[in-house]
């Protein structure tokens, strides 16, 4: 073998080893959850959450697949070590933190209600005494509607997802929904001037949306913050999120 296919092999032995020996990772998000996350009808996943993801995981240099899973099984799942994160929006509570780990912030987003263009809810806090208010089973809006709108004597209703609950709203099913401001503000932008209106904010609920981990997982939580912090310092987070908002949302 002359020099030259010398040369020619070991390079074709050195590449094939650093493809096999590239990292990967599998992230999970939700795919309902527009702008955050949602499926196009190609079947394919974008918003907010999968553009940092991806960013991510070239900061990183790992090779990432990302999947939609459904909401109430995420966490689950991701004990099941079906995939090894899950940047879906999720609010980082003291409940979760009992089961999982949560990376630093990648954005903050108060509570937010949602009702109908005519109706005469104006307090998101005092008004739904005898009304009906929905939310999405198992995340933080619904443990508030729960803990508040129920004892207060509201209806409180339960769905798999905020666009099922939007969609009851729109149909005048419910009388308000209460979300995260951010999907229920382009929601309720994309329903059309006539559907429904934000009366507000929910006070003293700005939370830390965060990447979720197994809390045995440090090494990979440490590292997920360190690629947080890079692409806020080199603009490539605020060139996401200008994609989706027209204001900070960090």
Same mark, same amino acid.
């Given at each position: 073998m002359?020099?030259?296919?010398r040369f020619a092999s070991a390079c074709a032995l050195v590449i094939a080893a650093s493809t096999a020996q590239a990292e990967t990772l599998k992230i999970a998000t939700e795919g309902a959850y527009p702008p955050?996350?949602?499926v196009d009808s190609s079947n394919q996943l974008h918003g907010f959450d999968v553009d940092i993801a991806n960013a991510l995981?070239?900061?990183m240099k790992v090779e990432c697949t990302i999947v939609a899973q459904d909401w109430e099984g995420i966490i689950p799942a991701l004990l099941a070590k079906k995939y090894d994160a899950v940047v879906a929006s999720m609010i980082a509570t003291d409940e979760r933190k009992k089961k999982i780990a949560f990376t630093n912030h990648y954005y903050r987003t108060p509570l937010s209600v949602a009702v109908a263009k005519d109706s005469d809810i104006s307090d998101a806090q005092t008004d739904f005494k005898g009304r009906s208010v929905g939310a999405q089973a198992s995340s933080t809006q619904a443990i508030y509607a729960e803990d508040h709108y129920g004892p207060a004597g509201a209806d409180v209703k339960f769905y798999p997802t905020l666009d099922e609950a939007n969609s009851d709203l729109a149909a005048g099913r419910v009388d308000g929904v209460i979300a995260d401001k951010f999907p229920l503000l382009a929601w309720a932008e994309s329903a059309g001037k006539d559907c429904c &209106? #934000? #009366?507000g904010d929910v006070n003293g609920t700005t939370a830390d949306?965060? *990447?979720a981990v197994r809390q045995e997982d440090n090494a990979l939580r440490e590292r997920l913050n360190q690629a947080l912090d890079a692409i806020v310092a080199n603009g490539t987070y605020? &060139? *996401?999120s200008s994609r989706y908002f027209a204001f900070d949302i960090y």
């Amino acid at each position: 073998m002359n020099n030259v296919l010398r040369f020619a092999s070991a390079c074709a032995l050195v590449i094939a080893a650093s493809t096999a020996q590239a990292e990967t990772l599998k992230i999970a998000t939700e795919g309902a959850y527009p702008p955050f996350n949602y499926v196009d009808s190609s079947n394919q996943l974008h918003g907010f959450d999968v553009d940092i993801a991806n960013a991510l995981c070239e900061q990183m240099k790992v090779e990432c697949t990302i999947v939609a899973q459904d909401w109430e099984g995420i966490i689950p799942a991701l004990l099941a070590k079906k995939y090894d994160a899950v940047v879906a929006s999720m609010i980082a509570t003291d409940e979760r933190k009992k089961k999982i780990a949560f990376t630093n912030h990648y954005y903050r987003t108060p509570l937010s209600v949602a009702v109908a263009k005519d109706s005469d809810i104006s307090d998101a806090q005092t008004d739904f005494k005898g009304r009906s208010v929905g939310a999405q089973a198992s995340s933080t809006q619904a443990i508030y509607a729960e803990d508040h709108y129920g004892p207060a004597g509201a209806d409180v209703k339960f769905y798999p997802t905020l666009d099922e609950a939007n969609s009851d709203l729109a149909a005048g099913r419910v009388d308000g929904v209460i979300a995260d401001k951010f999907p229920l503000l382009a929601w309720a932008e994309s329903a059309g001037k006539d559907c429904c &209106k #934000i #009366i507000g904010d929910v006070n003293g609920t700005t939370a830390d949306a965060s *990447i979720a981990v197994r809390q045995e997982d440090n090494a990979l939580r440490e590292r997920l913050n360190q690629a947080l912090d890079a692409i806020v310092a080199n603009g490539t987070y605020q &060139k *996401i999120s200008s994609r989706y908002f027209a204001f900070d949302i960090y």
